[in-house]
């Protein structure tokens, strides 16, 4: 008998906490985000490889853990797409994603194009993971300059 009035008791505050216990961690929990995109390279277009690098999107993890990118794409509305290789974003980090040539590293990576992919006019970056679910989308237009806080 004392196990059964233990547990409506028990249910009783595991209900109670576990509303509070849910809704911390989420709060705390963060996630991954486009923070910042430069989609109109500084200079002439003039489609060098420094020219096509200085046209990037910095994406940010917010969460205090790492975070998992293998097969998230990053797109724009024309569905030139960038599917992230096995790799992680650390805890409170951000990594730039260039649209030229070059060597990858923790926070840097390429996407190896010979053309620009974001418009300068008016585009939309949509960060998705693997499964399809949109993690994330930043839209600019002719207003903004040549780069974009999210």
């Not at 209900?15 to 216990?21: K, Q, S």
């Not at 990118?69 to 960038?82: E, F, P």
């Not at 693997?130 to 903004?144: E, L, Y």
Request: charged share 20%.
């Amino acid at each position: 008998m004392r196990i059964r009035a233990a547990l409506p008791a028990l249910a009783g505050a595991v209900a109670l906490t576990g509303t509070f216990l849910l809704s911390t961690p989420a709060q705390a929990a963060g996630g991954v985000t486009i923070y910042h995109v430069w989609f109109d390279s500084p200079g002439s277009d003039n489609r060098s490889n420094a020219s096509l690098n200085a046209e990037w999107v910095q994406i940010k993890n917010t969460s205090s853990a790492s975070i998992s990118l293998k097969g998230w794409i990053l797109k724009d509305v024309s569905n030139h797409r960038y599917t992230f290789p096995n790799v992680k974003i650390g805890a409170h980090k951000t990594m730039k994603v260039h649209t030229g040539s070059g060597r990858d590293a923790a926070g840097d990576k390429y996407q190896n194009r010979r053309a620009y992919v974001w418009n300068n006019t008016s585009d939309t970056a949509t960060l998705t993971k693997a499964n399809g679910g949109k993690v994330d989308a930043c839209s600019w237009t002719t207003r903004d300059p040549s780069d974009k806080y999210c």
